[in-house]
């Protein structure tokens, strides 16, 4: 007996030393909070009068789409968290002068009953004086309600208790006070919705962890260290906060055969061994799974509230002991003897950064949406700047066919002697490529947008200088070759003789003679295409770089300014939030 008045008596020593400390201290509560509001809303009316509604199915719309869905979201969480920030700070105030410790877990972990025994149910039942037996009795009051049941209640004595043995029983933020120790219950996280709830139990919860001086986190011994239990690991040391990790019920029943030869069973604790491999699985998971928590901020006890109530029925010491409640009082005791109002002060930093970080947080979230914008925007300009060439080369084909199609009846018509204007020649193949032009663009453009409509580009018309297109002649060169005889006078006395006898001297000569026939070989059509070509392709080549910047524009550009704008006041934002925090 003597030990278990001793540990009570401890404990109540400490709360006692630590009301006194806290009965001059008020709590000064920063106004950088009220800041926070204005620039969110400044920020939200920023990017709802910049972001329009989707209108098309594409990726950067469906995207966009995505932004806005999320970014509704997100502000609505903003407004939450703002609401909730007002209601911390009115809840640091209201429990200036006392050491806030939330009791928190999920169902079945036996917060409730924990509660209790603190409160002091099994102490002034106990067959033996105590101190519970010699205070006023603890002031049981509710601070915010989610569901009709789950209230405390009154014993046949009228002492107020908080309910307890069944499953899912608590609805509400509940306290009890206790000198300078306010206990606060708390609904079971991951709570089923119940009909005619007015909150989720866990958003409840997850709420007052952020106004409290310190946590006990309560696992099932059947069931420790559940993954939706994990994580609130890392929220509470992200806030800086401190929590105990209390695994519950870690006991067993075991049969034994009393005086009388009767069997019975009884309750015993977890073997050492056992205990001890359970919390240092926990707290090894915990840092395992969320490697930049503060491991200096946790640790972790094995209780059994069943052990500690049996132990004060029967005034049995070493069951206390091994109900390991002795262990967990000394540990708040020694939590509330020192630094309790360094911890009161730390609140309202807590509060504010933990209001900045969350606000961070979602500004990052809203820029992997742009970011998902912008590469789905990416992705259409490197697809669409591909099909540019393609766009080109098809162009160039399907013109040349169409032209040569053409240039058969212009061609006919110059062989007639009829005259073909080249301005005529100009506008009409100005008109094949910009048809064709158009045909393909809209063509490859609907392998590349989902949702794209054809559309009449309206690129600047070729300025085409079609070569002339007339009839062509060939010169035709003969050369012929004459023979003739020519003439010489005598040489010699015999020539001479033979001359005045009438005979005639010389020889045969040859002489060659050029002659020209123009003929007509066809028309120029060859040269006609060959000097035509080179003017469309630099035009489609204009003309499709023209409209495929227009086509971006219309579908994408709206939505890249958006990003681009929207990135900048998302710096401009962090940045003044930056500033808000406190340091230290």
Not at 11 to 33: P, T
Not at 308 to 322: F, M, P, S, V
Not at 369 to 380: C, H, S, T, V
Not at 417 to 430: E, Q
Request: hydrophobic share 35%; proline share 2%.
């Amino acid at each position: 007996m003597d030990y278990i008045v001793n540990t009570v008596e401890e404990f109540f020593g400490k709360l006692n030393k630590m009301q006194r400390e806290l009965a001059d201290f008020s709590q000064k509560l920063d106004n950088r909070s009220e800041k926070i509001p204005i620039l969110l809303e400044n920020f939200e009316r920023e990017v709802f009068s910049s972001l329009a509604a989707p209108t098309r199915g594409n990726a950067v719309e469906k995207a966009a789409q995505k932004s806005l869905d999320n970014l509704k979201k997100l502000v609505e969480a903003w407004r939450y968290k703002i609401e909730a920030d007002r209601k911390g700070k009115e809840f640091i105030k209201k429990n200036e002068k006392y050491l806030v410790v939330m009791i928190f877990g999920a169902v079945k972990a036996g917060k409730s009953s924990l509660g209790n025994f603190f409160a002091g149910k099994k102490f002034l039942a106990a067959p033996f004086d105590n101190p519970y037996k010699h205070i006023d009795k603890p002031i049981f009051e509710t601070e915010e309600r989610g569901r009709d049941t789950g209230d405390v209640e009154k014993d046949a004595a009228g002492n107020t208790w908080f309910s307890e043995g069944v499953i899912d029983t608590t609805g509400a933020i509940q306290y009890f006070t206790l000198s300078g120790l306010r206990w606060v219950d708390s609904p079971g996280t991951g709570a089923v919705k119940k009909a005619g709830d007015t909150k989720n139990m866990t958003a409840l919860v997850e709420e007052y962890l952020s106004y409290t001086d310190m946590c006990i986190f309560l696992m099932n011994s059947s069931e420790p260290g559940l993954n939706d239990d994990m994580a609130y690991m890392k929220k509470l040391s992200k806030e800086g906060q401190e929590a105990l990790i209390v695994i519950t019920k870690s006991d067993k029943q075991e049969e034994d055969i009393d005086d009388e030869g009767n069997l019975s069973s009884v309750t015993i604790p977890k073997s050492q061994e056992n205990r001890q491999m359970q919390e240092e699985d926990i707290c090894k998971r915990v840092k395992e799974r969320y490697s930049e928590i503060d491991a200096n901020r946790f640790r972790a006890l094995s209780i059994s509230t069943l052990l500690a109530g049996q132990a004060l029925e029967e005034d049995n010491e070493e069951k206390y002991r091994a109900s390991n409640l002795d262990k967990l009082m000394k540990i708040l005791g020694d939590k509330v003897e020192s630094g309790a109002i360094e911890r009161k002060e730390a609140n309202p930093r807590k509060l504010l950064n933990g209001f900045v970080d969350y606000v961070l947080e979602g500004l990052d979230k809203f820029s992997v949406d742009l970011q998902g914008m912008e590469e789905a925007i990416d992705k259409y300009k490197q697809d669409m700047e591909l099909r540019g060439q393609v766009i080109v080369s098809n162009v160039k084909r399907n013109v040349k066919a169409e032209v040569m199609q053409k240039s058969y009846e212009w061609n006919s018509r110059v062989k007639r002697g009829d005259r073909v204007d080249n301005s005529i020649i100009s506008l009409s193949v100005a008109d094949i490529l910009k048809e064709k032009l158009n045909a393909e663009i809209n063509a490859q453009m609907r392998q590349v947008i989902e949702d794209y409509e054809a559309k009449e580009f309206s690129a600047t018309k070729a300025n085409l200088s079609a070569p002339g297109l007339t009839m062509k002649t060939a010169t035709i060169t003969h050369t012929y070759t004459d023979s003739y005889w020519e003439e010489r006078e005598p040489e010699g006395i015999i020539e001479h003789i033979q001359g005045f006898f009438g005979k005639k001297f010389g020889s045969m000569k040859q002489r060659s003679r050029t002659e020209e026939q123009v003929v007509d070989i066809g028309t120029n059509l060859d040269e006609f295409i060959t000097g035509l070509m080179p003017q469309v392709e630099k035009y489609a080549q204009e003309g499709a770089r023209q409209s495929l910047r227009q086509l971006r524009d219309g579908y994408f550009k709206k939505r890249e300014d958006f990003a681009a704008h929207m990135k900048q006041e998302i710096e401009k934002l962090k940045t003044e939030l930056k500033t808000l925090k406190i340091e230290g």
